[in-house]
């Protein structure tokens, strides 16, 4: 499975593990590197620089395969003097990609370009996926509607914005959203992208940082178990439909700000709830790919699936292919 993404990143497979903040630490992300697709870590989701690194250390012990780390962009997650001392960490320690998210990245890019840090930008919609080209990131991630976490405000289906980011976008393009398995997998390459980004799926794993509780009510959301908040804010958040989910809508409808909403939509909170397993009062960011989750597995079996699952849909396609000869 060789495409322009893992001769780029060095990696046997183009599959990479969406930052997720304060669930796929060290642990998750180091078993996605072995498994032979790249791990990311969420810089935000640690408190001060000295955490950070070592946090990035701490990796470095788990896997020898190349790695990433996340750094948010949104202004409301960090000023830009903290992100700035946040990307000069992972430059002093030699983290190879850099994933980054949030607003363009040409403010903050360049001391990773200087580096020779591959930089993974992530967008919602070809505007900013060409705005992110120019600024030069060397991967464009581009997230449809399904996905999980902030799909952006045009909304646009994932498989439409992949096709049609492959057609306008000259650096490797990452398809995001939706994709858990190696149906998806297989759907998504079949519109030429050089890669996947997949998030939701690492939640149901034993590496993820999250309690047993809330990785087995993974399991009983449909695909339709999923809602948008904040769109009142004009950013868009999909979540599970759950009693904080109705209680952020029912807040937007009355008119809450950005300031009033903020006790309710604390990622800190959302994390610590995770880990107390109370999945019904934080919000809990996921995909609606999570209605096709069916079981807790490994990352290594996750590997396995997408990889062999991959070679049946392939033979499966070949034969059915004979019927247009």
Same mark, same amino acid.
């Given at each position: 499975?060789?495409?322009?993404?893992?001769?780029?990143?060095?990696?046997q497979?183009? =599959?990479?593990? /969406?930052?997720?903040?304060?669930?796929?630490? $060290?642990?998750?992300?180091?078993a #996605?590197?072995?498994? @032979? !697709?790249?791990?990311?870590?969420?810089?935000?989701?640690?408190p001060?620089?000295?955490?950070l690194?070592?946090?990035?250390?701490?990796?470095?012990?788990?896997?020898?395969?190349?790695?990433?780390?996340?750094?948010s962009?949104?202004?409301e997650?960090?000023?830009?003097?903290?992100?700035?001392?946040?990307?000069?960490?992972?430059?002093?320690?030699?983290?190879?990609?850099?994933?980054?998210?949030?607003?363009?990245?040409?403010?903050?890019?360049?001391?990773?370009?200087?580096?020779?840090?591959?930089?993974i930008?992530?967008?919602?919609? =070809?505007?900013? /996926?060409?705005?992110?080209?120019?600024d030069? $990131?060397?991967?464009?991630?581009? #997230?449809?509607?399904? @996905? !999980?976490?902030?799909?952006?405000?045009d909304l646009?289906?994932?498989?439409?914005?992949?096709?049609?980011?492959?057609?306008?976008?000259?650096v490797?393009?990452?398809?995001?959203?939706?994709?858990?398995?190696?149906?998806?997998?297989?759907?998504?390459?079949?519109?030429?992208?050089?890669?996947?980004?997949?998030?939701?799926?690492f939640?149901?794993?034993?590496?993820?940082?999250?309690?047993d509780?809330?990785r087995?009510?993974?399991?009983?959301?449909?695909?339709?178990?999923?809602?948008?908040t904040?769109?009142s804010?004009?950013n868009?958040?999909?979540v599970?439909?759950?009693e904080?989910?109705q209680?952020?809508?029912?807040?937007?409808?009355?008119?809450?700000?950005?300031?009033?909403?903020?006790?309710?939509?604390?990622?800190?909170?959302?994390?610590?709830?995770?880990?107390?397993?109370?999945?019904?009062?934080?919000?809990?960011?996921?995909?609606?790919?999570?209605?096709?989750?069916?079981?807790?597995?490994?990352?290594?079996?996750?590997?396995?699936?997408?990889?062999?699952?991959?070679?049946?849909?392939?033979?499966?396609?070949t034969?059915?292919?004979a019927?247009?000869?």
């Amino acid at each position: 499975m060789q495409t322009r993404v893992t001769e780029m990143l060095n990696i046997q497979y183009p =599959i990479i593990q /969406g930052g997720m903040q304060y669930m796929s630490l $060290a642990e998750l992300a180091s078993a #996605v590197s072995n498994a @032979g !697709g790249l791990g990311i870590v969420p810089s935000m989701a640690f408190p001060d620089v000295d955490s950070l690194r070592a946090e990035v250390k701490k990796m470095k012990t788990l896997t020898d395969k190349p790695f990433g780390f996340n750094i948010s962009l949104v202004p409301e997650v960090a000023m830009p003097e903290v992100i700035m001392d946040y990307i000069q960490v992972l430059v002093e320690e030699g983290v190879p990609v850099v994933e980054t998210s949030g607003q363009r990245p040409r403010n903050f890019i360049q001391p990773l370009k200087d580096a020779g840090i591959k930089v993974i930008h992530k967008v919602t919609s =070809i505007r900013h /996926g060409l705005a992110a080209q120019e600024d030069g $990131a060397d991967i464009i991630a581009f #997230v449809g509607a399904e @996905g !999980g976490g902030h799909p952006g405000v045009d909304l646009v289906s994932g498989p439409v914005l992949w096709a049609k980011a492959v057609e306008k976008m000259s650096v490797p393009v990452l398809a995001a959203g939706g994709i858990v398995d190696s149906k998806s997998l297989y759907a998504a390459m079949a519109l030429g992208v050089d890669g996947v980004l997949m998030s939701t799926r690492f939640l149901a794993t034993p590496e993820v940082n999250a309690s047993d509780t809330y990785r087995q009510a993974l399991l009983q959301i449909p695909e339709n178990g999923t809602v948008l908040t904040m769109t009142s804010l004009r950013n868009a958040m999909r979540v599970a439909n759950n009693e904080m989910a109705q209680e952020i809508l029912q807040a937007e409808k009355d008119g809450a700000t950005l300031e009033t909403l903020m006790p309710l939509i604390s990622g800190r909170r959302s994390y610590e709830a995770m880990q107390n397993g109370d999945v019904q009062h934080a919000q809990l960011s996921m995909g609606q790919g999570v209605g096709r989750i069916n079981e807790i597995m490994t990352v290594d079996e996750i590997f396995e699936e997408l990889i062999n699952g991959f070679q049946e849909r392939h033979a499966y396609m070949t034969n059915l292919s004979a019927v247009f000869k």
